[in-house]
C-alpha cells in the first residue's frame, strides 16, 4: 500500500489549502482514511478521519474550518482546510489502516 500526499504550501492566517491522499495497492472504499497532524516538537495528532461509508469524524479545533471528503473512484481522500491559523502549521500526514504517506508541509504564516 502506498499514499501519496500532496496540496501543501505556505498560506496566509485566513487563507485554504486543499489536501489531496491518493492511496494504491489496496482496496481503497473498504477502510477509514484518516488525516493526522504534526508539528514541530509534537506528536502527531488526529485531524479527520472518514469511514467507508461516508461518516466523517473532526477533532474539536478543526471542527467548522476543515472539511475531509473521499472519492473512491480515484483511491483519494482530501482534506479542505479553510480559515487556516498559524497554529495549523504542521505537516499533515494521511493514514490508511496501518499505513502512512510521507506527509506534506502546511506553513500559515504572514
Known amino acids: 500500500v502506498q499514499l501519496v500526499e500532496s496540496g501543501g504550501g505556505l498560506v496566509q492566517p485566513g487563507g ?5 491522499c ?12 484518516a488525516w493526522y497532524r504534526q508539528a514541530p516538537g509534537k506528536s502527531r495528532d488526529l ?5 467507508a461509508g461516508g461518516s466523517t ?4 479545533f478543526v471542527k467548522g474550518r476543515f472539511t475531509i471528503s473521499r472519492d473512491n473512484a480515484k483511491n483519494t481522500v482530501y482534506l ?8 495549523d502549521t504542521a505537516v499533515y500526514y494521511c493514514k490508511y489502516i496501518n499505513n502512512w504517506g510521507k506527509g506534506t508541509l ?4 504572514s
Open 22 to 33: 491518493v492511496v494504491s495497492g489496496s482496496i481503497f472504499s473498504l477502510a477509514t482514511v
Open 57 to 60: 469524524y473532526y477533532v474539536d
Open 80 to 87: 479542505q482546510m479553510n480559515n487556516l491559523q498559524p497554529e
Open 106 to 109: 502546511v506553513t500559515v504564516s
Open 47 to 51: 485531524v479527520a478521519q472518514i469511514v
Open 16 to 20: 485554504s489549502l486543499n489536501l489531496s
